[in-house]
């Protein structure tokens, strides 16, 4: 099978040696995403607003390897404060609520910089849906 690797064009990626996301066949899996842009967290303290912007940076990886939100099955949802689940469901709701996939959500202690509170890793079937 063909293996399509994504960018996302970070530096990290060939120091750490990962990619944004693989697509193998029609499975994709995206890696830990964090609200970061150009160096600074987006949406500093409020994990509301930091899962929306990851499920957006995701969003546009899956479309770069051929998937959509609708492909998605499985996601992990890792955060600092898990009694603030509730704003983090939330924003996972508003792109997964038609479309359900298993999802996770665990508290870690940290991420890699105190200022993120939500990663998320998502795995996607490309015509997985009957």
């Given at each position: 099978m ?17 990619s ?48 959509t ?11 600092t ?28 202690n940290?991420l890699?910089?105190p200022?993120l509170?939500?990663?998320i ?10």
């Open positions: 063909n293996r399509k690797n994504i960018s996302s064009g970070t530096s990290w990626e060939g120091v750490v040696g990962y944004r996301a693989v697509r193998v066949g029609n499975v994709v899996e995206v890696a830990g995403t964090t609200a970061v842009e150009d160096g600074r967290v987006v949406g500093e303290n409020d994990p509301y607003a930091q899962t929306r912007y990851i499920l957006a940076k995701i969003e546009k990886s899956l479309a770069e390897a051929g998937a939100m609708r492909d998605v099955v499985r996601t992990r949802m890792f955060v404060d898990i009694a603030r689940w509730e704003e983090v469901g939330r924003a996972h709701g508003e792109f997964f609520r038609d479309i359900k996939p298993a999802a996770t959500m665990v508290e870690v940290a890699i910089d200022a509170l939500v990663e890793e998502v795995t996607a079937i490309v015509g997985g849906e009957d």
